[in-house]
């Protein structure tokens, strides 16, 4: 039985590393989700968005909200235990500042984006694992893990009098982030064909610095709230 779990859980981190692409992982599992799905077993859809913090930024405003959308997999352990893994295409985190100088090598566009308004938009790929109790009694489930980031691009947005300008920021950031998920889900069953939608409140709790020194000489832990709904291939 340990074995099938161990196979189960291999397999599932296999499918969703095969994904690198969006557009692969809605296919793969549009395609394969009703196929593979079993009592002990399933993939999902999951799409969302978040609000993203960092603990000691200077000359932040405030947080836009960001889209998460990925694939992600149920591996049912025993009658109140599961193993989530996921990954997220889609990691959105942006912010506001106001106001904050362009550093460039060009002193004319210094000149121009100086106190100015801007966004830094950052894109992640995801990989929460989320560890998880469910009461059957209950439409509850209670989870926590670790989340595995990857820094997809990065780009800060200046904006001033004479129009907007788009900077690579990837030099002042850490390529990777690591953290804590915790995760309450509250499951809608009795939807049309016997479907379920899980509806996620989720905290993740970043332990990294994100950015270097040269942007900020605080250490900054990524700190955000996301409301995810999942639709589970299930039989």
């Given amino acids: 039985m340990k074995k099938h779990y161990i196979l189960n859980l ?35 859809m999951e799409i969302g968005g978040n609000l993203t913090y960092y603990s000691n930024l200077d000359q ?14 149920n591996i049912k352990i025993s009658e109140q235990f599961y193993i989530s893994p996921a990954m997220f295409f889609l990691g959105n985190r942006s912010v506001q500042f106001n106001p904050i100088d362009l550093n460039s090598d060009n002193p004319n566009l210094n000149a121009i984006y100086t106190d100015s308004n801007a966004t830094l938009n950052l894109r992640y790929l995801d990989i929460p694992v989320l560890f998880s109790y469910q009461n059957k009694s209950t439409k509850m489930r209670y989870s926590l893990g670790p989340q595995f980031s990857f820094l997809k691009n990065s780009e800060m947005q200046y904006s001033s009098e004479f129009g907007d300008l788009n900077a690579d920021f990837s030099e002042s950031m850490a390529n990777t982030d690591f953290g804590l998920v915790a995760n309450i889900s509250y499951i809608l069953r009795g939807l049309k064909n016997g479907k ?40």
């Avoid at 942007?215 to 955000?224: D, L, P, V």
């Fill in 60 to 73: 932040y405003k405030h947080p836009k909200i960001g889209i998460n959308f990925g694939i992600g997999s």
């Fill in 10 to 44: 291999l397999s599932s981190v296999i499918l969703l590393y095969s994904c690198n692409v969006l557009g692969q992982a809605a296919i793969l599992a549009l395609l394969f989700g009703d196929k593979v799905a079993s009592e002990n077993f399933n993939l999902s």
């Fill in 196 to 235: 379920e939608a899980h509806i996620h409140a989720r905290y993740y709790h970043g332990l990294k610095n994100i950015f270097n020194d040269s942007f900020s000489g605080n250490e900054n832990n990524t700190r955000y709230f996301s409301v995810i709904i999942s639709f589970p291939f299930i039989k």
